[in-house]
């Protein structure tokens, strides 16, 4: 398996692996037959599950592992992640698992954990923790064709940003990978966040539609166009849980899923989530100008050094049973903290009068 995605939470791509191209006197050959003359380390079983999963293509087409290989075919291997740029580090890093079988694991991740590797970060995430738990399983490994054997590597579906916990799914096959892969690019899945924002709401539910794409300025930032000429399509759909006056607790869920979706739409619309330092609401922008009150603030952010995003449940087809699956966690200390601080200042209002 290869583990690393390029686009954190948008949806997935094919990328190219393999490409090879048959010779002018090639005899007609099984497809799974011929590329495991031609692909190291290569097994008949992966490769047939490869192009049941339809990662397999010839001339720009998906085929079954019994298509015979005919002179000048061009064969690509196109999966749904990045070839792999970097040897991953197994380490013993705690995680939570919530649920795990043959096909998939489900983490609730924590708070300040990146998921995979990348520049600046190519140790102590999210897939160096689960390199090192496969490793343990009874069954972590598969015999190649030279008798060697080789290790599962997590694929990452989809991820949540370091600074964000909650449930995320990572397959454990590639046909699994393919599979759920394509239920988050076909929008076959139910994601709910919940979120602390600044600010009161008139209504109690709403629907934010704008299209998202890297700013212009910054290019670690996404950022809104509402014209829709730049950027991807991307809608959230949100409901108050909880009001507290100068924040509001509320709970989001994903039509699309793109990269930074809930924080650049919460600020679109003038309700950034509580300490997200990346889209401004890492300051007070409701409330009082008494110094308790400011003190108070500060507190909290102390409680919660990071954006106020939890990603609450997940739910899908099961990629092998086809039942239908769901995922639910509790939202972590930091945050449940900081609500009852603001349940508390809402009930008793201590910093209104000095």
Not at 126 to 136: G, T
Not at 251 to 267: D, F, P, S
Not at 322 to 351: C, G
Request: net charge neutral.
């Amino acid at each position: 398996m290869i583990d690393l995605v390029e686009n954190t939470e948008e949806e997935q791509e094919l990328f190219e692996h393999h490409r090879i191209q048959a010779d002018k006197g090639q005899g007609l050959l099984r497809i799974d037959k011929f590329l495991m003359t031609r692909l190291e380390h290569a097994t008949r079983n992966r490769i047939q599950n490869a192009a049941e999963a339809g990662n397999i293509h010839v001339n720009g087409k998906p085929v079954k592992s019994s298509y015979r290989v005919k002179p000048g075919d061009l064969i690509q291997i196109l999966l749904p992640h990045p070839v792999r740029e970097i040897e991953l580090i197994a380490q013993d890093l705690p995680i939570n698992i919530v649920f795990e079988d043959d096909d998939l694991i489900i983490v609730n991740k924590d708070p300040g954990m990146v998921v995979h590797p990348g520049y600046g970060n190519y140790t102590g995430t999210l897939v160096n923790a689960l390199v090192f738990h496969f490793q343990n399983l009874p069954s972590h490994n598969s015999k190649l064709g030279d008798g060697r054997e080789e290790g599962m590597r997590p694929g990452l579906v989809h991820r949540i940003d370091k600074n964000t916990s909650g449930i995320i799914v990572i397959a454990k096959n590639e046909l699994a990978l393919s599979r759920l892969s394509k239920k988050f690019f076909d929008r076959d899945i139910d994601r709910i966040y919940v979120a602390l924002v600044w600010g009161d709401f008139k209504e109690d539910s709403g629907t934010i539609t704008g299209n998202l794409g890297r700013s212009p300025q910054d290019r670690k930032l996404m950022t809104v166009f509402p014209a829709g000429d730049q950027g991807k399509h991307a809608v959230t759909h949100w409901r108050v849980l909880e009001r507290f006056g100068y924040v509001t607790l509320v709970e989001c869920k994903l039509e699309t899923g793109r990269t930074h979706q809930i924080r650049a739409h919460m600020k679109y619309i003038g309700h950034p989530i509580f300490n997200d330092d990346t889209y401004g609401g890492d300051r007070i922008l409701k409330g009082t100008t008494f110094q308790k009150y400011k003190m108070f603030i500060e507190n909290c952010f102390k409680l919660l050094p990071r954006q106020a995003l939890h990603a609450k449940s997940l739910g899908f087809k099961h990629p092998t049973s086809k039942k239908y699956i769901h995922f639910d966690s509790e939202m972590p200390a930091d945050m449940q903290a900081v609500l009852e601080k603001w349940r508390t200042y809402t009930t008793n209002k201590p910093f209104e009068e000095e």
